[in-house]
């Protein structure tokens, strides 16, 4: 593949895991200000401003290890490692969507069971088929 090709490929990559990031924080950003204040949390809880940067660096870094995972296709059981990784993008959105959007901590805190189940299926299968896609997705 040349590089132009693998150029737009990771651009691709990097922007549908943003576009999972970009849905949960159309939820995230009407509560924020208004409901999550209100809420009891812990006190190592770190300050808003951080999520911003740190959920573009992360869906950065899983677009690029999707993208790593999609260059090597053809490698057994990368097809089915995009796949759950399809499905983890999902439920990411959909966290943001429970918690924040219909204001449900318990149908959040029950999604996030099944999201951790498959974040670690998506390590485990993408490090099968390349090993610096495991480690990109570990943070």
């Known amino acids: 593949m040349n590089m132009g ?3 737009i490929a990771i651009v691709i990559s990097i922007a549908i895991a943003q ?3 970009v849905i949960g924080s159309v939820f995230t950003v009407a509560s ?9 949390k812990p ?3 770190p300050p808003s401003w951080i999520f911003g940067p740190v959920w573009l660096l992360l ?3 899983m677009g690029i290890a999707a993208f790593l995972v999609w260059k090597n296709r053809n490698v057994l059981g990368a097809r089915v490692a995009l796949a759950v990784y399809g499905v983890h993008l999902v439920l990411n959105a959909l966290w943001s969507i ?3 959007g219909l204001q449900s901590p318990g149908l959040a805190l ?4 099944i999201l951790w189940t498959f974040i670690a299926a998506t ?17």
């Open 43 to 45: 006190d190592w809880i």
């Open 123 to 139: 390590i485990y299968l993408f490090w099968k088929v390349s090993v610096w896609a495991g480690i990109l997705l570990v943070p």
């Open 110 to 113: 029950a999604e996030i069971v």
């Open 5 to 7: 090709r693998n150029i």
């Open 32 to 40: 924020v200000q208004t409901w999550y204040v209100d809420l009891v």
């Open 19 to 21: 576009a999972a990031g």
């Open 59 to 61: 869906y950065t870094l």
């Open 98 to 100: 429970l918690f924040f």
